[in-house]
């Protein structure tokens, strides 16, 4: 018998969750969906259904515990706290109610920091106890490591780099203020960035014209060498390199993990953002933080990351 | 005998310490003229025979170790990096040359951190794991808590704050960059910013045509309800507020503390910081902060917080 847990990662439209043992291997998986359940009570009594099942179909393993990783998540209180792209509203209480129904140790946080305990756990920041990871996707997320611990502040959302204000006055944010970093350093954001330049009748760009632009086709374009699609990354790392510079005197972490769809353009957004950070650095941090690529597969990352926080806190 | 640690506060012109037991009494004290001694060496001979001087006149007390608060002291490596204000160039191995002189434990952090450790061990922070000091003299320190630790970071100098750019292409600071923090928010930044409005010939204030304005003047003037005076703490509270918010939002602290010489300012620089900082939060976090005054005395809190590092470790 090999012990696994279950990590799960609750999205708006899919819950994905795999068999983690503690190398970080995924021995199984499954997945249903999220967006199927109007009630939370049945949405939970399916996903326990389906992951009793899908157990049961691997050889030898035993789950001995829960890890969840969900958007708005509180690490505290094991709840999901009003996520704006789930269907059931107010406070969720997740995790004390997985633990009730199956008697095994369940704990929840947010995706990003799930990604971080992932990296921590399973990927490249297994030796660092200072570290940020920042997911660039649809918004910002990061989660980040103090002295070997992850933050979590009084509240329990504590890492929200994607609401600090980096322009003042700047573009509108779905959180209701202006100039949240993460409207300028995610993959939405770099797209608003390129609707702006597209106004600047200067540029020749085979962007012009195009309809639905997403940041995949951005990175194509930078490939292609589009001067329009190169100064949007430019941009994009200027406000994310300044934005890690300041995070850098806040904490001094060893690396930096840049991972999520913006991400994967590599060198287009890495090397702005290294060469903005570095500039505009304090002296006693220059050259003291890395800027990485995250060392889990995008496709499962999440469920480790889950899964991570789950063995951290049963072998703590 | 009571076990006390000699505290000590290594200033640019003097070095007061003080002996102070496991309750923060400070059970007796002396001090050194820092600048009076081009050499190190002579230096620490002189500090430590004072100090041993000192002892032997309070009764039944014995020195158990030694804590230092040093500009640009680094916790790491016990040493005193490049510091501008002191005559010793370098790195200065300090509590590694204390430990084998005396034969005592001995620990050396910068001014803000220690001033941080007072308020945990001493203060008003005992009962709180995450909290932030911001100490607002000359430049502006800080020292962070997160999950009950003093944040290092991988270099040791996690926590500057003062030196988060804050203002793009603003403030010259003595960093060599622009637009830090420390040059908006801290006793020299409201000269500059009163300086920036006398220009403006608007105002009729009792600050015009003097000489040699500081912060104390401008209190005197905001007292008196001086319009360019009261001005000038809207706009420093406004600038130090969204950095505050942009803090929470980093690592969530149940707490700020305002420390040092423009925090004395009381309402007139607490009611617009706070103000701002409201103003500018992530909805999550609006309402969970505390912005406070230290809870430690100004002319004893620098060798309090030295004294602090070392009990915090010799208890650890």
Known sequence: MTDVVAG??????????GFVDSDGKILGKGSIRTSDYEMFEDYLAALLKEIAESANAVKDIRVIGYGIGAPNGNYYTGSIDNAPNLRWKGKILFSEMVKSKTGLPAYLTNDANAAAIG????????DM????????????????????????????????????????????????????????????????????????????????????????????????????ALDAF?????????ALANATAFSSPEAIFLFGGLANSGKYIFEPTIKHMEEN?????????????????????AVLGAAALCWNEIKK
Do not use: W
């Open 234 to 242: 430019e941009y994009t790392g200027e406000i994310l390199g300044k």
């Open 119 to 126: 990296e921590k756990v399973f990927g490249n920041a297994k």
């Open 129 to 228: 106890n200072d570290f940020i990871i920042v997911t660039l996707g649809t918004g910002l997320g990061s989660g980040i490591f103090c002295g070997g611990q992850l933050l979590y502040g009084s509240t329990g959302f504590a890492g929200e780099l994607g609401h600090t204000i980096v322009v003042d006055g700047g573009r509108q944010c779905g959180c209701g203020r202006r100039g949240c970093l993460e409207t300028y350093a995610s993959a939405t954001g770099i797209v608003k960035t390129v609707n702006e330049l597209l106004g600047n009748n200067s540029y020749t760009s085979s962007l012009k014209g195009k309809e639905n632009i997403d940041s995949k086709f951005i990175y194509d374009a930078a490939v292609a060498e589009d001067k329009l």
């Open 281 to 301: 650095m304090l002296n006693n941090f220059k050259g003291t933080v890395k800027v990485l690529p995250s060392g889990l597969k995008e496709n499962t990352a």
């Open 8 to 17: 799960i990662d609750i999205g708006g439209t899919n819950s994905p969750f």
